[in-house]
Every structure is written in structure tokens, then in C-alpha cells.
């Protein structure tokens, strides 16, 4: 599909890895497409890089720091799994505010006040991805509670009356974890569902949507993460357009604020809830999107869109670029 659309823009395609730039020069060693397949090369750096990795690391974020000062486009030059900094991003602005579950960062004084207001709550990593580490607290009656919680790839239970269990306090002191009001999910076959949205920049350097999948949860689990056995399907199957439009129109909202944020995001995935109503909640962002489930449920149109669109918007970039300045190119 990158071959595909490199012909289709008429972009030179390479593939590389961050250590594959010397620290000082303008060259990278690079896979090149040749007539009998793939060759190493050194080569020029991109003038746009499409950039699917972590970039945590110092060394890497000094590379993308200084190639952007020469004038290089890298897309999604902040990848991190950062859940409360972007909370508190979005917290900025007041058309998405009321789309936000009341989230906080987890100590024994935050989960204590959020139990006297909420009777479902989710406790969830910070850094999590694929929804690893997530614990859920539920009222059972007027006095007890229930901290259902991951232990050895199985599911365990503690139930409990004043004092938080010990293991939750020593995880939540191990790292940073959010406590977040759990959303009464909508129900497809009665299991709970929520809505992954891919959104990427156009050919116009607009936001829209390439596609939108549910991910609904397996019998008796309160996870919709397709980690933990969730099932992609056709939303088509599900959702009333009104729904589809106002997911859609929270997706975009969303990505133009974290845009704003930061330099040249071009691809993100966001999980998006629903209650019965067909409200819509924004649960947490990705900036590695998967689209292999697109490609799973026979969604062709949606699944090539995923890989076109960046290079339509690296085209676009570059005609920008050389309207400003003929010589750039």
C-alpha cells in the first residue's frame, strides 16, 4: 500500500529506522525500491518523514528537533502514551469538555472522592497501551466494593468495604495511574462497545475521517480493548448516521485541539464511547494507529484510505512549500 501510494503521489519512497541518521548530516542509510527489489542506500533525508515509532528517547527527539529546524515535515514527531497530559490538553477547551469523563490522577484521596460520586470507576495507567494494567472499581451495594484487577494474565477479584485493597494502593504507587468515571457504554448484543476512529490530514491539510470500526467486548468482561479479546465490527451494522455524524464531528474537534498542541500531527486513532443516548464520550487517543482491522473486515476502501492519506498530505505539504518558495523543492 506505501508502494501504491507513492506512485499514486508520485513520491519517491525509502524506508528507514531514527538510528539510521548520522547525529550531523544530512544522510540517512535507507531501503530503497529498486527493479529487483529492495537495496540499502545512503541517501538525502526526506523532506517529509511519516513516523510510526516511539519517540521517548532523548537522541530521537533530538534528530526530530533538528530536522524540523532545517525544514523537514515529520509526521507525528510526538508519539507517547501519555493519557494525562492529553486529558488535561483537552480540559482547555470548552466545546470538548463536556464530551470528557471526570479523570483524575490516581492517589488513595482521588479514588476516595471519585467512590463518593461515581459507582463504577476505571483505574488505568498513564502510559498504558492495549489496555494492560486497567483495574475497575464497582459499588456492589451500600457498603462494599469490588476491585476487579490483572494478575498472571487472569482476572482477580477483591472485594472490600472501608480500606482500599493493598494491591491497588502499591500499583498506584508503582506508577502513575488515572482514575476515570466509568461511561454507562451503549450495548451491542448486549456486550458493551465503543468506536475507534482513524483521522488523518487530507490532500487539502484538513482533518477527516479514513474510518471508524467498533470494538465490542467479550462476553462477561468489561474491556473493549481487541487485546483482551474484544471483536471489531462494521459500524454500518449498528450505529444510526446522527451517531456516526456526532462521533465524527468530536473526532474532529479533537484533533484540531491537539494539533494546535503539537507540530505536524497527521495520524491519530481515537477511542470514542457512546451512551444509549448515542452521546458521545472521548475515552483516550493513539498515535500509532492499527489498520490492520479494516483490512480484517473486508472495509478495502478504508483500509487504502489509511495509507494514502499521508502521502496526500506530504503532496500537499510540498506544494505548499514550494508556492512559498520555489527553490524548497
Given amino acids: 500500500m506505501y508502494e501504491h501510494a507513492s506512485e499514486l503521489y508520485d513520491l519517491p519512497l525509502c524506508f528507514f529506522q531514527w538510528r539510521d541518521i548520522s547525529p550531523d548530516e544530512d544522510k540517512v542509510r535507507a531501503l530503497i525500491k529498486t ?92 502510559g498504558g497501551s492495549l489496555g494492560k494494567g486497567i483495574m475497575t472499581l464497582e459499588k456492589i451495594n451500600t457498603t462494599q466494593w469490588c476491585l476487579t ?34 461511561i454507562p457504554l451503549a450495548k ?54 446522527e451517531t456516526v455524524e456526532a462521533i465524527a464531528s468530536l473526532a474532529k474537534k479533537v484533533a484540531s485541539h491537539l494539533a494546535s498542541e503539537f507540530t505536524h500531527l497527521a495520524e491519530m486513532g481515537f477511542d470514542i464511547g457512546i451512551n444509549k443516548e448515542g452521546f458521545p464520550y472521548f475515552i483516550e487517543s493513539n498515535f500509532r494507529p492499527h489498520r490492520y482491522g479494516f483490512q480484517a473486515l473486508g472495509m478495502k476502501k478504508e483500509w487504502e484510505l489509511t495509507y494514502l492519506r499521508p502521502f496526500a498530505y506530504a503532496r500537499y505539504l510540498l506544494q505548499q512549500a514550494a508556492l512559498d518558495d520555489p527553490s524548497s523543492q
Fill in 188 to 241: 451491542y448484543q448486549g456486550r458493551p462497545f465503543d468506536i475507534r476512529v482513524h483521522i488523518q490530514r487530507d490532500n487539502k491539510g484538513k482533518w477527516d475521517i479514513s474510518g471508524i470500526l467498533l470494538k465490542v467486548a467479550p462476553a462477561n468482561h468489561y474491556l473493549t480493548n481487541v487485546g483482551h479479546g474484544s471483536k471489531v465490527t462494521n459500524p454500518k451494522k449498528i450505529l444510526h448516521k
Fill in 35 to 126: 527493479e529487483t527489489g529492495y537495496s540499502i542506500e545512503t541517501i538525502s533525508i526526506p523532506r517529509v518523514i511519516i513516523n510510526r515509532t516511539m519517540t521517548n528517547r532523548k537522541s530521537v527527539q533530538n534528530k526530530i528537533n533538528r530536522l524540523s529546524k532545517e525544514g523537514k515535515y515529520i509526521f507525528n514527531s510526538f508519539i507517547r502514551d501519555d493519557k494525562y497530559l492529553i486529558h488535561n490538553l483537552l480540559m482547555k477547551c470548552p466545546c470538548i469538555l463536556p464530551h470528557l469523563p471526570e479523570t483524575l490522577k490516581a492517589t488513595e484521596e482521588t479514588i476516595r472522592s471519585m467512590m463518593e460520586k461515581h459507582d463504577k470507576l476505571f483505574i488505568k495507567p498513564s
Fill in 149 to 182: 484487577y490483572p494478575m498472571k494474565k487472569r482476572f482477580q477479584k477483591a472485594i472490600f468495604s472501608t480500606d482500599l485493597p493493598d494491591v491497588l494502593l502499591k500499583r498506584i504507587r508503582k506508577r502513575v495511574f488515572l482514575v476515570q468515571q466509568s
